[in-house]
């Protein structure tokens, strides 16, 4: 499982508040993605980190923001969450030899 | 941008019989990886199978092969012997091979059944 783990598993909140989201890895990968699913989209990047401090956009990145204060987290935060944001969201860190994502278990996030 | 389409929504198969899943790409990238990611109701992403475009020679694991044809931009995952395990969703996608920007875009998705 590469090491990944996500906290919270679940959590509901309501429309306004502020969330953040844990991505912990063991394994000292230098890339770590931050993904929403939706039904009929897949998943969709919003951020990514290519180091400690050094993080950027993806595709889907407003309404949020990210840190990487150690190599080891990743945080995901909705400064003021929206029922947009009601979503499934997966961490995933890029394996250096293979290229290849590997993902946390997900964390499903209800804005009401 | 990269885009990945899945035209196949839902499919199902007997058990033991072989189901091939459909995907194509739209890159004028050169170097790039293609990932089949199965997702059971667990939620759980589990890599099934990856492959390098500039390989030939069609990536197989176990009972998961694929048919990569990249001139017509065409990646499908072929399921053989299916199990009733097998049951999931799964997920096409894309990544460049270069740079720090190599984000992974995906398929919509094929919800696959496997039924006794």
């Known amino acids: 499982d590469a090491g990944i783990t996500q906290s919270p598993r679940h959590k509901v909140t309501e429309t306004g508040t502020p969330v953040t989201l844990r991505c912990h890895q063991t394994e000292n990968h230098r890339y770590m993605y931050w993904y929403r699913q939706d039904p009929g989209h897949g998943l969709r990047l919003i951020h990514y980190?290519?180091?400690?401090?050094?993080?950027d956009k993806g595709e889907v990145s407003d309404g949020y923001s990210v840190s990487r204060s150690k190599t080891e987290d990743f945080l995901l935060t909705l400064e003021s969450a929206t029922s947009s944001q009601t979503s499934v969201y997966f961490c995933?860190?890029?394996?250096?030899?293979?290229?290849?994502?590997?993902f946390g278990p997900g964390t499903r996030l209800t804005v009401l | 941008a990269q885009t990945v389409t899945q035209s196949q929504p839902e499919m199902s198969v007997q058990e033991a019989e072989t189901v091939t899943l459909s995907c194509t790409y739209d890159?004028?990238?050169?170097?790039?990886?293609l990932f089949w990611y199965k997702q059971p109701p667990s939620r759980q992403m589990i890599l099934v199978i990856r492959?390098?475009?500039?390989?030939?020679q069609n990536a197989t694991e176990n009972r998961f092969s694929v048919n990569f044809q990249k001139a017509a931009k065409s990646f499908s995952l072929k399921i053989s012997d299916s199990q009733l395990g097998d049951t999931a969703m799964y997920f096409c996608?894309?990544?460049?091979?270069?740079?720090?920007?190599?984000?992974?875009?995906f398929g919509a998705g094929t919800r696959l059944t496997v039924k006794p």
């Open positions: 995933a860190i890029r394996e250096g030899r293979t290229d290849t994502q590997y």
């Open positions: 980190s290519y180091g400690v401090k050094d993080t």
């Open positions: 890159t004028s990238e050169s170097n790039y990886y």
């Open positions: 492959q390098e475009a500039y390989k030939q």
């Open positions: 996608a894309f990544m460049k091979q270069m740079g720090d920007n190599n984000d992974m875009r």
